[in-house]
C-alpha cells in the first residue's frame, strides 16, 4: 500500500500552492499518494489542478497586507494574535487528519502548525532569513526556531551561485538538515510563435493584488501592443473580456498560463519567489512592480535589478515609458529546471 503524504501550502496568494504542483506529480510519480491540504483560494487551486485527490480545509490565517507598504510591518503586528490562534487550531486539525486520513508524512510549504513528532514531517521555505527592516535578527530568530520542530528544511533554489533567493535562501546556522531542491515550478518551456506582447500577471494578498489591477488596467486600456491580463482571481467560473488589445481573464489553468508565458515577449508582475522560480524555468524576460512594503519582495526585485537581470519599479513610480528599460537586462535565463525530486522522498 502506497504511503499518504499530507502537501500542505499556506494560502498567501498563490505562490505556495503552484509550487508544490510539481512535488504533487512527482510524489504520484514515486508511488505516493498526495493528500491536499490548504484554504481559501490555494486549497481552490490545487482542487482544479488534481480533482481526484482527497483534500482537507484547514484553518485559515486571514492575513491581508495593509493599503499602504509603509504600514505593512504595523498590520503584520496587529494581526499576530490571529496568527497564533489559527497556528494553533492548524496543529489541532494536523493531529486529527494523520489519524483520520492515515497520513505517514507531511510536506509543509510555509505553514507553521503543520508538523508531528510521530512521523516525518518536512518544512518547505526559501525564507531562511526573513527579512522586515530593523527586526530582521528577530523575524529570523522566530522563523527559524519554527524550522527546527521539523525533520527537514528543503529550499527551493540553488545551493550555489548563481541562485535565486541571495541571502534569503542560504544560512549557515540551521540547525536541522537543509536541502536545495533547485528551481521549483509547474512550468516546461517550449517554443512558441509569439501571441502577446506584454503578459499582465497578478497574484498576492489583498487590496494590494487589486489596487495593481485597477493601475496597471487604467495604464494599458489604450495602449496599442497586444496585451494578456491574467487577474490571478480564481473563482468558480473562468471569465474572459476583451478591449480593444486587452484580453482580460480572472484566471487561467496552469496548461493556459504555460501557454501564455511561453508565447508571450514580456512578463509584467510582482517579484514573489514562486513567479521568479517559474520565469526563471521558462527563461522569459520581465519587469517587475514588488507588493509595497513586503521586503522579500523588494529585496528579490533589487537584487535581480542589480544582477541585470531583471528591471523593477515601485508601484506608485510605475509609468510604461519604463517598460522600455527591459532590453538592456538579460532575463531569468542562467537557470534549469529541477528534473528529479525522488532522492529528498527518501525521508518517508
Not at 485527490?53 to 484547514?58: D, F, N, T
Amino acid at each position: 500500500m502506497s504511503k499518504r503524504i499530507l502537501v500542505a501550502p499556506l494560502n498567501w496568494g498563490l505562490g505556495h500552492a503552484t509550487r508544490c504542483i510539481p512535488i504533487i506529480n512527482q510524489l504520484i510519480t514515486n508511488g505516493f499518494t498526495p493528500v491536499i491540504a490548504s484554504d481559501g483560494v490555494a486549497l481552490s487551486l490545487l482542487n482544479k489542478e488534481f480533482p481526484d485527490l482527497e483534500s482537507i480545509a484547514l484553518p485559515g490565517y486571514n492575513i491581508t497586507y495593509a493599503k499602504k507598504g509603509q504600514h505593512f510591518k504595523l498590520k503584520l503586528l496587529k494581526d499576530s494574535p490571529k496568527l497564533v490562534k489559527a497556528i494553533k487550531a492548524e496543529k489541532k486539525a494536523t493531529k486529527q487528519i494523520i489519524t483520520d486520513y492515515h497520513i505517514d508524512g507531511i510536506i509543509s510549504d510555509n505553514r507553521l502548525g503543520v508538523h508531528s513528532k510521530k512521523i516525518p514531517s518536512v518544512f518547505i521555505t526559501h525564507q531562511l532569513q526573513v527579512l522586515s527592516g530593523s527586526t530582521t535578527w528577530l523575524s529570523t530568530k522566530m522563523h527559524q526556531r519554527i524550522i527546527k520542530k521539523f525533520n527537514e528544511c528543503w529550499v527551493p533554489d540553488f545551493k550555489e551561485e548563481p541562485s535565486l533567493s541571495g541571502k534569503l535562501g542560504h544560512v549557515t546556522d540551521l540547525e536541522i538538515p537543509t536541502k536545495y531542491m533547485g528551481a521549483l515550478s509547474r512550468f516546461s518551456p517550449s517554443s512558441l510563435e509569439k501571441k502577446y506582447d506584454i503578459l499582465v500577471l497578478l497574484s498576492g494578498p489583498e487590496p494590494q493584488r487589486t489596487l495593481l489591477e485597477d493601475k496597471l488596467l487604467q495604464a494599458f486600456k489604450n495602449d496599442s501592443r497586444t496585451i494578456l491580463f491574467v487577474k490571478g482571481v480564481i473563482e468558480a467560473e473562468q471569465q474572459v473580456t476583451q478591449h480593444n488589445n486587452l484580453t482580460i481573464y480572472n484566471f487561467m489553468t496552469g496548461k493556459e498560463l504555460q501557454t501564455a508565458i511561453n508565447s508571450s515577449d514580456l512578463v509584467l508582475s510582482r517579484s514573489g519567489y514562486t513567479t521568479v522560480m517559474d520565469l526563471s524555468v521558462l527563461q522569459k524576460k520581465a519587469f517587475f512592480i514588488p507588493t509595497p512594503g513586503q521586503f522579500e519582495q523588494e529585496y528579490l526585485a533589487k537584487r535581480l535589478h542589480d544582477l541585470k537581470l531583471v528591471p523593477y519599479c515601485k508601484q506608485d513610480d510605475f509609468n510604461l515609458g519604463l517598460l522600455e528599460n527591459v532590453a538592456a537586462y538579460k532575463g531569468l535565463s542562467n537557470f534549469k529546471n529541477t528534473t528529479d525530486l525522488s532522492p529528498l522522498f527518501h525521508l518517508f
